[in-house]
Each structure stands twice: as structure tokens, then as C-alpha cells.
């Protein structure tokens, strides 16, 4: 049943001021050991909605745009605050020299009023910088290489009437912060080490320091020069945060080598680079050099327990090491492998592309494509925007990543974005409408049908930058669609993802990200780790793969090799010895900084100036920066073996224990708590009404005589007085339940109630009453007993907040060794919609999750909280959606825990005189909810 179908009967007991609350600080929470308040943390719930004495509230319906990512921050330049009714440009207000930016155009109520936002035209100019992306949509990226001023305007023509606004952005080179001044090595018992940057001028900059690695910044903070305590053996990177007028900040980096204090030991590594004599204890890291043609690397042999115990270690091109009190030996090994090139398929898969008015194109792609005898199966890769197909065979890093591929036994596909202008992949949202999704699909089909392909061998999409937000969306597409492909993956370089795929789409995903890509930022970076955790906790596949900060030795620049063959040796020597002249590298051979492609080129001989670009990537992959890394491809290859072959997932946590503390407030009041088992098994729940027994617990006034029903629908499944006065589970079956789920004990002969029963899969409903009369508190659990195939799904309770300070504090318990994804809400404005007069319910709920006395996540307003992902999660969980902003809504991933979550009134602002502020009394829904 659909929220729109509910009978207002299903509300009466909303209706009731005294339908129970929980208080603040109440009497269990506050003095029982700790042991017993785990105990209190399960709060029930339902899975397809709430249950409530006697209400249910089934799935409601609604959806929400299924999209993804985040916006450029920066502000409104051109305009003003509040409320925005002409079109402006938001461009940030600063930006470094030789980064891409962004900037985008809001419409205004104007407009928007006018004519909506189709048939709305743009075009772009730019002074001072040169456009990156089409010129002719709303948002455009664009780039400055030298510092002074970028002038941004755009002509807009909407409803025959035409707007023209401007911005600037105020561009600062790199090299006015200067650099890191410190020490390029230094011992491990090293008192301390000082480092500085040039000097602020008049004011017009400030400073903040960070030093990794377990350093500890001693004196300086905030200003140009600092000292620290190394710390431990290892690389340390040294970074100042240095902000021009609160307009843009320039991280300034430099990288110090804390050695070991060790006796000198002989490192040797042959085939590779790392080798050398350092001090015992030290931290070393060794590269496998780049692979000739016809080769891949294949593993390191010799002493390579140093490198670690994982079962791939000693498969990864990079690894690292300490070093012990005697001599080591490493040797890179290599495998044969086939020598191949893509065949080329001009004129793809021609599509009619509509155009503007009722104007058609037809468009089409390119193919290329390798698939060797009986592969596994076939990897689709998707270059970055602004680039074409052509870079994966044509970029060393990229090519070797193919090369690697097609050893491991896969075919792989690239094809051309549609969109040749700007090329960028298509973005709709439906398989019948993308025909970049619908390219690929095709692609696959050809494959399959002239036989390079065996039919449903596995499919999977790896992309670069904006091309990994597309392969994600089209194997999301493709593995839904009709017929549905056999997609088992996608790989993301360089990307955060899209957040509401990781929320809603079954494709394992894997992320590989570098740990200073400034594109991303430590914003994008973060929602990137945010999205593995999110997939990790809902039991789908995935990975996550952080490129860190490398040394340059020459040789790995005989990667370059791969793609201009007379590349030798010798040239990467040669190469090296310009890059370190030009000062890019420090005295330990680590990047300073990535220059821009003007820099490099003009440090490098002519002779090697028309391969600056792939010269430049080396230096950005070592960097750490946003450039595709080759040195951990083993781990992207170990990720696609898994899926092609089904491996098991570990398991996400799941709930396990539920409860909430009520009061029975008068006669005929009751408790109730509702919950889903999901499944496919019959499931053990132990489930308890406390109430005399809290007396042992120091409450006040428990419920002298509780009655526990439990029943699903309006069906009784069973019921109890009296927990063990000879019901269907004898006392010695209840306690051993209890002790096997770590639950409290119960007084013999007490008036408390307990069911212990089997259930199948379903929502259900326990519901707690006094018995003859009986008033006061009471405390509900469910705990789950078998923790077989089926689980608690889905809790919910609802309350009534009385008074000022006063809490609704259900709990959940996680167990297992994962972390498991929820969605958590407080509803209340959204009751409305169920017929429930707006007088009874609570004017601005908040909601917190808390981890002992640690916030774990706190939100106020829904809308605040993601929209867009917490829109798409809803109709996935099975929850009605929510239309009022004032309701609270949290998307957390938790690991295994007690949590308590509080709902509450949120604190009320004094208004204006004359307005009407929201109820701080009134009914409130709280649900859990599994994010499958």
C-alpha cells in the first residue's frame, strides 16, 4: 500500500497528548552500568513502513532524480546574497595559474518564472584564459596559465530576451608562495627541524602547516616558519597552506626523509630502483622498472617478506620495505606477453541525435578493440573528458594498463564520447535516451556476434576522471537494462563517483584515486572514500586504491618508451638530469611540484620537447597528482578476477539488537515498536516488555504489569504475561536466549513479559500494555537469536516529544565485522501527509547519532543532508518520501557498535515579531532503515 492509500483510522492514537515520550536524561540511560546500556541502544522499526499502535505506514512511493557528484565550490561573483533573479555567473573569486576551473550560470526567478530553463541559449567569452569545455552550455571549465585577471562573460538568450552578465576571477601563479625551506634528510632521534616559506608582504597572505607522518608541529603555527619532531622512520610531507587575501590557497609542499639509526645495510635491487645502503630501521621504497615492449611485470622474488604479508605484495610494481640488520636482495621479474594493436571500427553505430527546434544529426563513434582468444571477459574503457579513445593506446601509463589487462586474459573496448566537441560522455539517465551507454551496449553486441566475445562472459567499465562517472553510470545501466548485460564492475580512476549509484546501484565499484589530486581535492577524495564505505556497508563489492607520493629516478621515465619506441634508456637519463636541473625535483628526488606543460617543455632538450606531455604525467604520477597510475595495476586486476568469478562478498554488519523506552502513560495507552525480518529463512527473535524489573535499574516508576503482543498485520502471532509463568519457551530456554544475546536478566517471577519465537520473513508489530490498569515505564527489545540468513531489516517507533528538553532516545546494535549502511530519519512534518493535523506534531525535529557519548552524525533539516542521495535511498529502503525540509534524514555508514540516536526539537531561533515559530511539542517518527 502506497502512503496516498492510508485511511486516516490508522491514525487515533497520534491524536492522544499523552501517547508515550522518552525524557531527557532519563533514569536507565543515566545510572545503569554500562553494561546495561547496550542493552537500550535497539530501536524497532518496520520494513515497509512504521507500526505504531495501531498505525502502519507502508512504502510510500516517489523517486527522485538518480544523479550524482558535487559543485565546484566558490561564490556568487557578480552578485549579491539572498535570492538570486537575474542570471549570474558563480565562478570562485580565485584560482591558481594552470588549474581548470569552473564556472556556471544561475537562470534567476526571472527567468526561470519566464520560460523555465529549456530553450534557454548560451555562449561564452573569456579574457585572460582559454575555455577547456564547450562554450556554449551553462557550465563551462576553463583555464589561465599565467596570473593576472580572467574576464568571464556570457550571452543569454531566453523568451526572445537577452542577458549579458560578467565575472573575474583573480588568478595567482604558484610561485608567488614560494618554497618550503627544510631539511632534506634527517636521523629518527632528530630533536628537532625547522622549515619556513618566504614572508608575507603587507599582509597579503596567511599560513597554516601540516606535517604527515606522524610529525608533531612544535612551535609556529599560523606563521611563514615552523619546527616539528620528526618522528618515526619515513617520508614526512611538509606542507604550507599558504591564502592570498582570502581569495585562493597555494599548498606548498616539500618532502623530508627520516632515516633509521640503525648500522648501514645493503639494499640491492635488480630490475628496479630503491636499491642503495642505508641505515637499519629505515623506510625504503622499491619501483619496478617500467616493462619493454612485449613484456609485463610480473612479480618481485627474493626477500619479499620484507614487503608485507598480502597475498599481492609481491605483485605490485611498488612496494616498500624496512629495513632490517642484514643485507636484502629484490629482483623484478617479468613475463612475456602478447604483442598486439586494437582493430579500428570507423563510423560505429550511427544514432539520430535530436538538435534544437525538431533538427536531427546523425551521429556515430569509433571502436577500438582487443579481445584475445577465450577471454575472460571485456573491459570497457572510458577516456577522460575533453579526450578520445586514442589515449589508452597512446599515453604510456594508459597503455600499459591495457597491456596488463589483455595479459590477465581480458578483452578491452574504447570508444569515442559522442560529443566530439567537448568530449564529454552523455549524462541521461535512461538507456534509451544515452547514446553513449547505448554505443556501448552496441560495442558489446558486435563483439558477441562476430565471436571475438563468447556470450555472457563478464562485463566491466573502467574510466578516467569524468569518464569513470560514466562508467559507472552506464554499467549501472547496462546491468538493469533490458536485457540486462552480465556487468560485474566498474573500475573509477580519478573520481569521487556518484554518490547516489553507491546508495542504489548492485555494481561493485573499486576506486583509484591519487592522495594529491587537486582536481578532486580533499573534498572529492573524501567522497570517494565515503562511497567505499557506503558499498562496503551494503554487502556490495568493492575497493580502494590511493596513489601516494613516489621518487623519480630515471628510469621511470623509460615508460615513455611504450610509446615512442626510440626511446632508450639513455634519453630517460637525459630526461632526468633536465627535469632535476630546472630544479622540479628535491635532493631526494621527490616532485617539488607538477609544472605546467610550457615549464617542462622549455626545460627539457628539443629533442625530447614533443613528448613533453607523457614526460609530464611520469612527474604527476610520482606526484601524486590526478594522472592514471600503472604500479598497483595487480590490485584492479585481483578486483575483476573476483567479480568474473563470483568470489564471495563479506558480509555487511547487521542489526541485531533493538529497544526503546516508553511510558505507558494511562489506561488503554500502549507501546509499540515495529520491525522487518528480511530473508528467505525463518528467523529466532527473543523479544522483551521490561518493566518490573527496571526497579533494579533505579527507575522510578516502571510498569508494575506489562502484556507483549506481537503480531503481524492485524494478525496476533503471540502474546505473554508474565515472562515466565509457563508460556510457550519455558524459563530455561528464555534466560539461555538472553545469555546467548548478552541480555540483561530477568527477575523469576516477575510480571515482565518475553516471547521467544520463530517468525518468518515479514513486518511485524510488538505492542506493550499495562495489565489491569498498570501505568509507568517500560522498556521494549528485540533481539535477533539465530543471526541466520534472514536479519532485522527495519525498525521504527513512534513518540511524542512533551516538553521542552525532551528526548525520543531509541538504540540499535550492529555486530558482525563490517560496517553496515542505514538510513536514519525523524519524521514529523511528513506525518501531515497521512492526515494527522499539524498542531500535533513536532515543528523541527533534529536528529543525532551517538557512539557512546561521540556524535557519530547530526542533521537538522533533510534537504541539508544530500539530497539527492538521501532522495534515492528512500524508495530503495522502502521509505515514503519526505517533501517538508524541516524533517530530519541521515545516510550513515556505521561500524559494528552500540548507537543510540535522540530525537528532539530542534533549538528555535527567535523570529520577527508576529511569526509563527514551530511547535517544540508534538508526535514524532523515528525510523532505521537497511540500505540494501
Known sequence: MRSADLPARWFPALRSPLFFRVAVGAVLLASSPAWLSAQIRPLPGDGGGVITPPIVIPPGGGGGNQGGGGNQGGGIIGGGGGTVTQPTIIAPAGALAGSTVSASVVLGQTVTADTGTSGVTYQWSITGGRFTSDSRIATVSFVADTAGTVSLAVNISAAGTSYAPTATVTIVSAETAGTVSTAAMVATNAASVTAS??????????????????????????????????????????????????????????????QGNGEPVSVVVNGGSGGGTYPAGSVVDVLAHPPAPGKVFDRWVGDTTLLGTGPLVASLARGSLTVPTSAVTLTATYKDAPVWTPVVTSNFNPQTQAGTGSTTTTVSSTLYSYVPPDAIGLVFLLHAAGSSATEWFDRPSQLQLARDLVAAG???????????????????????????????????????TQGSLIANRPVFFLGNGAGANAAVRYADLLATGTPDRPVKGAVLFLSAGIDTLAVTSRVPQFFAIAANDETLGTTGLQDARDANQTLLGRGVATGLLTNTLSAVPAARFRRVTLVHPKFTDDDAVAVWNAVKAAGVLDANSYPRSVPTLAALT???????????????????????????????????????????????????????????????????????????????????????????????????????????????????????????????????QLNNAATAVAAFPLNNNSLDSALLLQVDPGTYTASIRGVGGATGDVLAEIYDVSRNGSRLSNLSTLSRINGEGDLIIPGIVIAGNNPRT???????????????????????????????????????????????????????????????????AILEVLDPASYTIQAGAAPVAQGATGTALPNTTGSVLVEIYEVP
Not at 211 to 231: K, L
Not at 411 to 434: C, E, F, K, Q, Y
Not at 646 to 655: E, H, S, Y
Open 410 to 448: 581480458y578483452g578491452i573496448a574504447a570508444l569515442n564520447s559522442v560529443n566530439r566537441t567537448a568530449g564529454t560522455w552523455a549524462a541521461p539517465a535512461a538507456l534509451a535516451t544515452n547514446l553513449d551507454a547505448l554505443n556501448h551496449a552496441a560495442a558489446l553486441d558486435r563483439l558477441v
Open 197 to 258: 616559506v618566504p614572508a608575507a608582504q603587507n599582509n597579503d597572505r596567511t599560513f597554516r602547516w601540516n606535517v604527515s607522518g606522524g610529525a608533531t608541529i612544535t612551535g609556529g603555527q599560523n606563521t611563514n616558519s615552523i619546527t616539528f619532531r620528526p618522528g618515526a622512520p619515513g617520508l614526512k610531507q611538509v606542507v604550507c597552506n599558504v591564502t592570498f587575501r582570502n581569495i585562493v590557497t597555494v599548498p606548498v609542499r616539500a618532502y623530508l626523509v627520516v
Open 822 to 888: 542505514l538510513v536514519v530519519r525523524a519524521v514529523s512534518q511528513g506525518l501531515t501527509s497521512f492526515g494527522l493535523n499539524s498542531t500535533l506534531v513536532l515543528g523541527d525535529p533534529r536528529l543525532t547519532i551517538l557512539s557512546g557519548n561521540q556524535v557519530v552524525a547530526t542533521n537538522n533539516n533533510w534537504a541539508q543532508a544530500g539530497t539527492a542521495k538521501l532522495t534515492a535511498a528512500f524508495p530503495a529502503v522502502g521509505a515514503f518520501p519526505l517533501t517538508n525540509a524541516a524533517d530530519s
Open 602 to 732: 622549455a626545460a627539457l632538450p628539443a629533442a625530447y620537447r614533443e613528448m613533453a606531455d607523457d614526460i609530464l604525467a611520469e612527474i604527476a604520477t610520482a606526484a601524486a597528482d590526478r594522472e592514471i597510475f600503472t604500479e598497483s595495476n595487480a590490485r584492479i586486476i585481483n578486483f575483476l578476477n573476483g567479480r568474473a568469478t563470483d568470489a564471495p562478498v563479506a558480509p555487511p554488519g547487521r542489526m541485531v539488537n533493538l529497544s526503546t523506552r516508553g511510558n505507558v502513560a494511562f489506561l488503554g495507552d500502549s507501546l509499540a515498536v515495529g520491525f522487518t525480518v528480511t530473508g528467505t529463512q525463518r528467523a529466532t527473535m527473543l523479544i522483551r516488555a521490561v518493566g518490573p524489573t527496571l526497579a533494579r535499574f533505579r527507575v522510578s516508576e516502571p510498569l508494575a504489569a506489562a502484556r507483549l503482543e506481537v503480531l503481524r498485520g492485524t494478525t496476533l502471532v503471540a502474546s505473554n504475561e508474565g515472562w515466565d509463568s509457563g508460556g510457550a519457551a519455558t524459563r530455561t
